[in-house]
């Protein structure tokens, strides 16, 4: 049965708080885990949630900022301690090579593990996964930052009473489901009539940005939006001038894009309630909301049921 689910890890922004850790998320989607920004205390916080370095498959750094990238030097030598048995993807920016390398090789270590190093180098990179795309678009940062969108691919369900309609039973509706036509009693009957589109299921990551084109694209039509509200309206200026989002501007994309599940992230620690973050957000947003707490799991949500046309 495939899961498909966020688990925190930590929502602090730039200094950790006794409540909160520094960065840290996990998407569990089908056979992929995906490790986004491990910050500091990633590797311990891992603990408590029942996945292991061996679970992951691929991890994805935003930018090189510390609160999004110093847990990686214990994760990395993790994966050869515990002698992960596959290549393990990493994507980030390509004009952090050099940050990665340190982060990578900071101590002593013998490396056994397999690392499929894959930078990001251009707005709207995609990689094939066998779950769908992984696409990578440019956000607004004092740095090279990037943020990240998984899609499956749509696919189509077969309605039963038309396909009763025309006696199409058994095989013959894999028959159809794959060639896309079959002819029966002199009539040629194709897929389209007798099914829906189904579209498949989107999860965006967005941290550390101003509002920007790159933002509204990640977020289009999400299931699962990870979005990063560092301030409240009330400190909107210095969220400009240092390339945040306030709780407001998170609310305000993903309404505007469609978004079902939002969940907010990367807090301030100047601000000690939580709900002060709900509260903003939800004057702008009636879907789904959650205002991320470390070792949460967010389930994403089911798929949207097409409407027969």
Do not use: K
Not at 175 to 189: I, K, P, T
């Amino acid at each position: 049965m495939s899961m498909r689910e966020l688990v925190v890890l930590g929502t602090a922004s730039q200094a950790p708080t006794r409540q909160r850790n520094h960065n840290g998320y996990l998407l569990r989607w089908d056979d992929e885990v995906i490790l986004f920004d491990p910050g500091e205390g990633s590797q311990r916080q891992m603990l408590h949630t029942g996945i292991t370095a061996t679970d992951l498959t691929r991890i994805c750094v935003t930018h090189f900022h510390g609160d999004h990238c110093l847990g990686l030097p214990g994760m990395i030598q993790r994966l050869s301690l515990d002698r992960v048995p596959r290549p393990v993807a990493v994507h980030f920016p390509a004009g952090g090579a050099e940050y990665f390398a340190r982060l990578r090789h900071a101590s002593s270590f013998y490396e056994t593990a397999e690392l499929a190093v894959e930078p990001i180098d251009a707005d709207g990179q995609r990689i094939t996964l066998g779950i769908g795309t992984l696409e990578a678009r440019r956000l607004r940062h004092p740095i090279e930052t990037y943020g990240y969108r998984l899609v499956e691919p749509d696919g189509c369900r077969m309605l039963p009473e038309r396909l009763a309609a025309y006696g199409i039973a058994g095989p013959d509706t894999g028959r159809l489901l794959r060639d896309g036509h079959l002819d029966r009693d002199g009539r040629r009957v194709t897929r389209d009539e007798v099914s829906v589109t189904r579209p498949g299921q989107r999860f965006a990551f967005v941290m550390d940005t101003g509002l920007c084109d790159g933002v509204y694209a990640l977020a289009e039509h999400a299931d699962l939006l990870v979005i990063e509200s560092t301030f409240l309206e009330s400190e909107a200026a210095l969220a400009a001038e240092v390339g945040h989002l306030t709780a407001g501007q998170a609310a305000r994309v993903a309404a505007e894009s469609g978004v079902r599940t939002l969940v907010l992230t990367h807090f301030s620690q100047r601000y000690a309630d939580p709900r002060r973050f709900h509260d903003e957000a939800r004057e702008h947003f009636t879907g789904d909301l959650v205002v991320a707490e470390d070792l949460q799991t967010v389930q994403v949500p089911p798929r949207r049921v097409p409407s027969p046309g």
